[in-house]
Protein backbone atom coordinates (compact mmCIF):
# COMPACT_ATOMS: atom_id res chain seq x y z
CA UNK A 1 0.00 0.00 0.00
CA UNK A 2 1.53 3.26 -1.18
CA UNK A 3 0.83 6.46 0.78
CA UNK A 4 -1.08 8.01 -1.65
CA UNK A 5 -4.05 5.43 -0.40
CA UNK A 6 -3.73 6.31 3.10
CA UNK A 7 -6.35 8.44 4.00
CA UNK A 8 -7.18 10.85 7.00
CA UNK A 9 -7.46 8.92 10.50
CA UNK A 10 -5.25 5.99 9.20
CA UNK A 11 -7.75 4.25 6.97
CA UNK A 12 -7.35 3.14 3.79
CA UNK A 13 -9.14 3.46 0.85
CA UNK A 14 -10.24 -0.29 0.95
CA UNK A 15 -11.45 0.42 4.38
CA UNK A 16 -13.61 3.08 3.09
CA UNK A 17 -14.84 1.07 0.14
CA UNK A 18 -15.50 -1.82 2.53
CA UNK A 19 -17.41 0.62 4.60
CA UNK A 20 -19.57 2.01 2.31
CA UNK A 21 -19.91 -1.29 0.38
CA UNK A 22 -21.47 -2.35 4.32
CA UNK A 23 -23.56 0.69 4.25
CA UNK A 24 -25.13 0.07 1.53
CA UNK A 25 -26.06 -3.32 1.63
CA UNK A 26 -27.42 -2.64 4.87
CA UNK A 27 -29.79 -0.25 3.43
CA UNK A 28 -30.48 -2.56 0.06
CA UNK A 29 -31.75 -5.36 3.42
CA UNK A 30 -33.52 -3.07 5.16
CA UNK A 31 -35.31 -1.71 1.56
CA UNK A 32 -36.51 -5.23 1.43
CA UNK A 33 -37.54 -6.00 5.20
CA UNK A 34 -40.85 -5.11 4.03
CA UNK A 35 -40.39 -7.81 1.05
CA UNK A 36 -38.86 -10.29 3.50
CA UNK A 37 -40.63 -9.81 6.48
CA UNK A 38 -44.29 -10.72 4.51
CA UNK A 39 -42.33 -14.05 2.54
CA UNK A 40 -40.32 -14.66 6.72
CA UNK A 41 -44.09 -14.33 8.27
CA UNK A 42 -45.63 -16.65 5.59
CA UNK A 43 -42.93 -19.48 5.93
CA UNK A 44 -42.97 -19.43 9.15
CA UNK A 45 -47.25 -19.51 9.89
CA UNK A 46 -46.98 -22.66 7.20
CA UNK A 47 -44.36 -24.40 8.18
CA UNK A 48 -45.26 -24.92 11.89
CA UNK A 49 -45.32 -28.68 13.32
CA UNK A 50 -44.65 -29.99 9.45
CA UNK A 51 -43.27 -32.24 6.88
CA UNK A 52 -42.96 -30.94 4.10
CA UNK A 53 -46.44 -32.20 1.91
CA UNK A 54 -48.43 -31.09 -0.90
CA UNK A 55 -50.39 -29.01 1.40
CA UNK A 56 -47.29 -27.13 2.60
CA UNK A 57 -45.76 -27.11 -1.01
CA UNK A 58 -49.24 -25.35 -2.41
CA UNK A 59 -49.50 -22.66 0.24
CA UNK A 60 -45.64 -22.12 -0.09
CA UNK A 61 -46.06 -21.89 -4.03
CA UNK A 62 -48.93 -19.34 -3.45
CA UNK A 63 -46.75 -17.09 -1.08
CA UNK A 64 -44.15 -16.48 -3.92
CA UNK A 65 -46.48 -15.84 -5.98
CA UNK A 66 -48.35 -12.93 -3.52
CA UNK A 67 -44.99 -11.79 -2.98
CA UNK A 68 -44.52 -10.71 -6.54
CA UNK A 69 -41.84 -13.65 -7.71
CA UNK A 70 -44.67 -14.95 -10.60
CA UNK A 71 -45.89 -18.26 -11.49
CA UNK A 72 -43.57 -19.33 -13.00
CA UNK A 73 -40.46 -18.69 -10.56
CA UNK A 74 -43.09 -20.00 -7.83
CA UNK A 75 -43.42 -23.05 -9.38
CA UNK A 76 -39.60 -23.96 -9.89
CA UNK A 77 -38.72 -23.30 -6.37
CA UNK A 78 -41.32 -24.94 -4.50
CA UNK A 79 -40.30 -27.96 -6.83
CA UNK A 80 -37.16 -28.11 -6.02
CA UNK A 81 -37.54 -27.79 -2.61
CA UNK A 82 -39.66 -30.78 -2.87
CA UNK A 83 -37.50 -32.62 -4.47
CA UNK A 84 -34.80 -32.24 -1.82
CA UNK A 85 -36.88 -32.56 1.25
CA UNK A 86 -40.26 -34.47 0.32
CA UNK A 87 -41.52 -35.64 3.04
CA UNK A 88 -38.70 -34.64 5.81
CA UNK A 89 -38.70 -32.25 8.48
CA UNK A 90 -38.15 -29.08 7.58
CA UNK A 91 -37.56 -25.70 9.59
CA UNK A 92 -38.62 -22.44 7.83
CA UNK A 93 -35.15 -21.59 8.04
CA UNK A 94 -34.24 -24.57 5.83
CA UNK A 95 -36.92 -23.46 3.18
CA UNK A 96 -35.70 -19.59 3.27
CA UNK A 97 -32.07 -20.93 2.43
CA UNK A 98 -33.54 -23.33 -0.12
CA UNK A 99 -35.10 -21.01 -1.83
CA UNK A 100 -32.51 -17.85 -1.81
CA UNK A 101 -29.89 -20.28 -3.06
CA UNK A 102 -32.54 -20.77 -5.85
CA UNK A 103 -33.19 -16.97 -6.51
CA UNK A 104 -29.64 -16.41 -6.64
CA UNK A 105 -28.80 -19.14 -9.39
CA UNK A 106 -31.72 -17.13 -11.20
CA UNK A 107 -30.62 -13.60 -10.48
CA UNK A 108 -26.93 -14.66 -11.02
CA UNK A 109 -26.68 -14.00 -15.35
CA UNK A 110 -28.90 -11.18 -14.84
CA UNK A 111 -27.12 -9.31 -12.50
CA UNK A 112 -24.58 -7.26 -14.75
CA UNK A 113 -23.08 -3.49 -14.50
CA UNK A 114 -23.29 -1.42 -17.18
CA UNK A 115 -20.59 -1.54 -18.71
CA UNK A 116 -19.01 1.85 -20.52
CA UNK A 117 -17.36 1.00 -23.78
CA UNK A 118 -14.19 2.97 -23.91
CA UNK A 119 -14.03 2.87 -28.00
CA UNK A 120 -17.21 4.52 -28.27
CA UNK A 121 -16.72 8.60 -27.29
CA UNK A 122 -19.53 9.32 -26.31
CA UNK A 123 -21.24 6.43 -25.00
CA UNK A 124 -25.17 6.92 -25.32
CA UNK A 125 -27.24 5.54 -22.86
CA UNK A 126 -30.69 6.07 -23.68
CA UNK A 127 -32.93 6.71 -20.51
CA UNK A 128 -36.73 5.10 -21.03
CA UNK A 129 -39.72 4.35 -19.01
CA UNK A 130 -43.24 5.50 -17.84
CA UNK A 131 -43.60 8.82 -16.09
CA UNK A 132 -42.64 8.36 -12.56
CA UNK A 133 -40.31 5.43 -12.25
CA UNK A 134 -37.33 7.36 -11.50
CA UNK A 135 -35.31 8.31 -15.18
CA UNK A 136 -34.36 11.46 -14.12
CA UNK A 137 -33.48 10.78 -10.64
CA UNK A 138 -31.37 7.53 -11.69
CA UNK A 139 -29.67 9.73 -14.77
CA UNK A 140 -28.36 12.00 -12.42
CA UNK A 141 -27.21 9.15 -9.95
CA UNK A 142 -25.77 7.57 -12.56
CA UNK A 143 -23.43 10.84 -13.72
CA UNK A 144 -23.17 11.63 -10.28
CA UNK A 145 -20.98 8.73 -9.80
CA UNK A 146 -19.42 8.31 -12.88
CA UNK A 147 -18.63 11.44 -12.77
CA UNK A 148 -16.71 10.94 -9.10
CA UNK A 149 -15.16 7.70 -10.72
CA UNK A 150 -13.38 9.82 -13.19
CA UNK A 151 -15.32 9.91 -16.05
CA UNK A 152 -16.20 12.89 -18.16
CA UNK A 153 -19.95 12.75 -18.41
CA UNK A 154 -23.01 15.13 -19.97
CA UNK A 155 -26.59 14.34 -19.59
CA UNK A 156 -29.60 15.67 -22.30
CA UNK A 157 -32.89 16.52 -20.90
CA UNK A 158 -34.64 15.01 -23.56
CA UNK A 159 -38.33 15.06 -21.46
CA UNK A 160 -38.89 18.37 -22.81
CA UNK A 161 -42.78 18.10 -22.07
CA UNK A 162 -42.03 19.15 -18.34
CA UNK A 163 -40.34 21.71 -17.22
CA UNK A 164 -39.93 20.64 -13.93
CA UNK A 165 -38.24 17.60 -15.43
CA UNK A 166 -35.54 19.74 -17.26
CA UNK A 167 -35.11 21.49 -13.83
CA UNK A 168 -35.07 18.69 -12.19
CA UNK A 169 -31.82 17.64 -14.05
CA UNK A 170 -30.20 20.53 -13.80
CA UNK A 171 -30.01 20.14 -10.31
CA UNK A 172 -28.79 16.69 -10.46
CA UNK A 173 -26.20 18.59 -12.75
CA UNK A 174 -25.04 21.39 -10.67
CA UNK A 175 -24.99 19.03 -7.61
CA UNK A 176 -22.49 16.64 -9.68
CA UNK A 177 -20.50 19.45 -11.87
CA UNK A 178 -21.90 17.53 -14.86
CA UNK A 179 -23.29 19.44 -18.25
CA UNK A 180 -26.61 19.43 -18.65
CA UNK A 181 -28.23 20.09 -22.48
CA UNK A 182 -31.43 21.49 -22.19
CA UNK A 183 -33.61 23.29 -24.24
CA UNK A 184 -37.25 25.33 -23.42
CA UNK A 185 -39.75 23.24 -22.28
CA UNK A 186 -41.96 21.99 -25.72
CA UNK A 187 -38.67 21.68 -27.77
CA UNK A 188 -38.62 19.01 -29.93
CA UNK A 189 -36.81 15.95 -28.30
CA UNK A 190 -35.05 14.40 -31.01
CA UNK A 191 -33.61 17.60 -31.97
CA UNK A 192 -31.99 18.35 -28.69
CA UNK A 193 -31.03 15.08 -28.72
CA UNK A 194 -28.93 15.27 -31.97
CA UNK A 195 -27.63 18.13 -30.88
CA UNK A 196 -26.49 17.08 -27.42
CA UNK A 197 -24.69 14.39 -29.02
CA UNK A 198 -23.08 16.63 -31.53
CA UNK A 199 -21.46 18.34 -28.52
CA UNK A 200 -20.79 15.86 -26.40
CA UNK A 201 -18.53 13.93 -29.65
CA UNK A 202 -16.84 17.56 -29.96
CA UNK A 203 -16.38 17.24 -26.29
CA UNK A 204 -14.31 14.12 -25.94
CA UNK A 205 -17.21 13.19 -23.24
CA UNK A 206 -17.30 9.28 -22.38
CA UNK A 207 -20.85 8.99 -21.62
CA UNK A 208 -23.68 11.00 -22.83
CA UNK A 209 -27.14 10.42 -20.96
CA UNK A 210 -30.21 11.06 -22.55
CA UNK A 211 -33.43 10.98 -20.64
CA UNK A 212 -36.87 10.80 -22.19
CA UNK A 213 -39.99 11.98 -21.86
CA UNK A 214 -42.80 8.72 -20.44
CA UNK A 215 -45.76 9.86 -21.17
CA UNK A 216 -47.34 11.18 -23.93
CA UNK A 217 -51.16 11.70 -25.78
CA UNK A 218 -50.65 7.28 -25.63
CA UNK A 219 -48.66 4.53 -26.94
CA UNK A 220 -48.35 5.26 -30.21
CA UNK A 221 -46.97 8.21 -30.11
CA UNK A 222 -44.55 7.73 -27.15
CA UNK A 223 -43.45 5.03 -29.97
CA UNK A 224 -43.28 7.73 -32.74
CA UNK A 225 -41.22 10.08 -30.04
CA UNK A 226 -38.68 7.50 -29.11
CA UNK A 227 -38.19 6.16 -32.66
CA UNK A 228 -37.37 9.68 -33.77
CA UNK A 229 -35.24 9.84 -30.76
CA UNK A 230 -32.79 7.10 -31.98
CA UNK A 231 -33.07 8.28 -35.56
CA UNK A 232 -31.81 11.65 -34.75
CA UNK A 233 -28.93 10.08 -32.71
CA UNK A 234 -28.00 7.54 -35.23
CA UNK A 235 -27.22 10.73 -37.70
CA UNK A 236 -24.34 11.73 -35.60
CA UNK A 237 -23.21 8.06 -34.61
CA UNK A 238 -24.78 5.02 -36.43
CA UNK A 239 -24.19 2.67 -33.37
CA UNK A 240 -25.80 4.62 -31.10
CA UNK A 241 -27.52 4.38 -28.31
CA UNK A 242 -24.82 1.98 -26.98
CA UNK A 243 -27.26 1.11 -24.07
CA UNK A 244 -30.87 1.60 -24.06
CA UNK A 245 -32.19 1.38 -20.23
CA UNK A 246 -35.57 0.93 -18.76
CA UNK A 247 -35.75 2.33 -15.87
CA UNK A 248 -38.95 0.52 -13.85
CA UNK A 249 -40.51 1.39 -10.39
CA UNK A 250 -40.52 -2.07 -8.52
CA UNK A 251 -43.67 -0.49 -6.34
CA UNK A 252 -45.94 -1.64 -9.39
CA UNK A 253 -45.23 -5.00 -8.76
CA UNK A 254 -46.60 -7.33 -11.77
CA UNK A 255 -47.24 -4.33 -13.58
CA UNK A 256 -43.87 -4.27 -14.45
CA UNK A 257 -43.84 -7.21 -17.06
CA UNK A 258 -46.10 -5.01 -19.20
CA UNK A 259 -43.92 -2.40 -19.16
CA UNK A 260 -41.12 -4.57 -20.08
CA UNK A 261 -43.03 -5.93 -23.26
CA UNK A 262 -44.28 -2.49 -24.14
CA UNK A 263 -40.93 -0.68 -23.85
CA UNK A 264 -39.10 -3.63 -25.68
CA UNK A 265 -41.19 -3.69 -28.93
CA UNK A 266 -40.78 0.30 -29.17
CA UNK A 267 -36.61 0.94 -28.87
CA UNK A 268 -35.03 -2.43 -27.98
CA UNK A 269 -34.54 -2.57 -24.13
CA UNK A 270 -30.82 -3.28 -23.64
CA UNK A 271 -30.61 -3.39 -19.55
CA UNK A 272 -33.52 -2.32 -16.91
CA UNK A 273 -32.73 -0.48 -13.43
CA UNK A 274 -34.87 -1.43 -10.54
CA UNK A 275 -35.86 1.91 -8.41
CA UNK A 276 -37.50 2.47 -5.10
CA UNK A 277 -36.60 -0.93 -3.95
CA UNK A 278 -37.18 0.84 -0.52
CA UNK A 279 -40.02 0.85 1.08
CA UNK A 280 -41.85 -1.72 -1.41
CA UNK A 281 -43.13 -5.16 -0.51
CA UNK A 282 -43.16 -6.04 -4.08
CA UNK A 283 -39.17 -6.24 -4.40
CA UNK A 284 -39.58 -10.40 -5.53
CA UNK A 285 -40.89 -8.61 -8.89
CA UNK A 286 -36.96 -8.94 -9.93
CA UNK A 287 -36.99 -12.24 -9.27
CA UNK A 288 -40.07 -12.90 -11.57
CA UNK A 289 -38.60 -10.28 -14.88
CA UNK A 290 -35.14 -12.01 -14.52
CA UNK A 291 -36.77 -15.46 -15.01
CA UNK A 292 -39.34 -14.07 -17.56
CA UNK A 293 -37.02 -12.06 -19.95
CA UNK A 294 -33.32 -12.50 -18.68
CA UNK A 295 -32.81 -8.96 -18.89
CA UNK A 296 -29.27 -7.85 -17.39
CA UNK A 297 -30.08 -6.02 -13.98
CA UNK A 298 -27.84 -3.07 -14.12
CA UNK A 299 -28.95 -0.95 -10.67
CA UNK A 300 -30.72 -0.91 -8.15
CA UNK A 301 -32.51 2.37 -6.73
CA UNK A 302 -33.14 1.79 -2.44
CA UNK A 303 -33.61 5.87 -2.20
CA UNK A 304 -33.35 9.54 -3.39
CA UNK A 305 -29.55 9.91 -2.75
CA UNK A 306 -26.76 10.45 -5.42
CA UNK A 307 -25.41 6.82 -3.66
CA UNK A 308 -28.60 5.42 -3.11
CA UNK A 309 -27.85 3.71 -6.87
CA UNK A 310 -25.77 0.54 -6.91
CA UNK A 311 -25.19 -1.97 -9.27
CA UNK A 312 -27.64 -5.28 -8.56
CA UNK A 313 -26.14 -8.43 -6.85
CA UNK A 314 -27.52 -11.58 -6.96
CA UNK A 315 -25.93 -12.79 -4.14
CA UNK A 316 -27.41 -9.96 -1.38
CA UNK A 317 -30.61 -9.54 -2.87
CA UNK A 318 -31.47 -12.93 -2.72
CA UNK A 319 -30.70 -13.29 0.80
CA UNK A 320 -32.01 -10.17 1.67
CA UNK A 321 -34.80 -11.05 0.14
CA UNK A 322 -35.17 -14.33 2.18
CA UNK A 323 -34.52 -11.98 5.71
CA UNK A 324 -31.19 -14.22 5.54
CA UNK A 325 -28.12 -12.73 6.38
CA UNK A 326 -25.94 -11.24 3.13
CA UNK A 327 -22.86 -11.46 4.73
CA UNK A 328 -23.29 -15.32 5.18
CA UNK A 329 -22.72 -17.43 1.92
CA UNK A 330 -26.34 -18.67 -0.10
CA UNK A 331 -25.40 -22.47 -0.42
N1 LIG B 1 -37.59 6.08 -2.45
C1 LIG B 1 -37.11 6.18 -3.69
N2 LIG B 1 -37.56 7.15 -4.50
C2 LIG B 1 -37.06 7.21 -5.75
C3 LIG B 1 -36.12 6.28 -6.25
N3 LIG B 1 -35.86 6.59 -7.54
C4 LIG B 1 -36.61 7.69 -7.81
N4 LIG B 1 -37.34 8.07 -6.75
C5 LIG B 1 -38.32 9.17 -6.64
O1 LIG B 1 -39.40 8.94 -7.52
C6 LIG B 1 -39.93 10.15 -8.00
C7 LIG B 1 -40.02 10.13 -9.52
O2 LIG B 1 -38.69 10.09 -10.03
P1 LIG B 1 -38.29 10.76 -11.41
O3 LIG B 1 -36.84 10.54 -11.58
O4 LIG B 1 -38.77 12.17 -11.50
O5 LIG B 1 -39.11 9.86 -12.43
P2 LIG B 1 -39.27 10.01 -14.02
O6 LIG B 1 -40.62 10.62 -14.26
O7 LIG B 1 -39.21 8.62 -14.56
O8 LIG B 1 -38.16 10.85 -14.50
C8 LIG B 1 -39.02 11.25 -7.46
O9 LIG B 1 -39.63 11.82 -6.33
C9 LIG B 1 -37.75 10.50 -7.08
O10 LIG B 1 -37.05 11.14 -6.06
C10 LIG B 1 -35.69 5.22 -5.36
O11 LIG B 1 -34.88 4.33 -5.68
N5 LIG B 1 -36.22 5.22 -4.10
MG1 LIG C 1 -38.24 12.61 -15.54
Redesign the pocket.
Given at each position: MSLRDMLPGGKTSDDVHQQYQGEWQLKLSEGLAKSSSKIVAGIGDILTKRKLDDASLTELEDLLITADLGTATASKLTQALAKERFGKDITPEDVRESFAADIRRILEPVARPLVIDPDHKPFVVLVV??????????IGKIAHQMKAAGKKVAMAAG?TFRAA?VE?LKVWGQRADVPVFAKDTGADAAGLAFEALLEAKKRGDDVLLI?TA?RLQNKDELMAELQKIVRAIKKVEPSAPHATLL?LDATVGQNAHAQVDVFKSMTGVTGLVM?????TAKGGVVVALAEKFGLPVHYV????GAN??RPFTSHHFARSLMGLNPDLPTN
Amino acid sequence: MSLRDMLPGGKTSDDVHQQYQGEWQLKLSEGLAKSSSKIVAGIGDILTKRKLDDASLTELEDLLITADLGTATASKLTQALAKERFGKDITPEDVRESFAADIRRILEPVARPLVIDPDHKPFVVLVVGVNGAGKTTTIGKIAHQMKAAGKKVAMAAGDTFRAAAVEQLKVWGQRADVPVFAKDTGADAAGLAFEALLEAKKRGDDVLLIDTAGRLQNKDELMAELQKIVRAIKKVEPSAPHATLLVLDATVGQNAHAQVDVFKSMTGVTGLVMTKLDGTAKGGVVVALAEKFGLPVHYVGVGEGANDLRPFTSHHFARSLMGLNPDLPTN
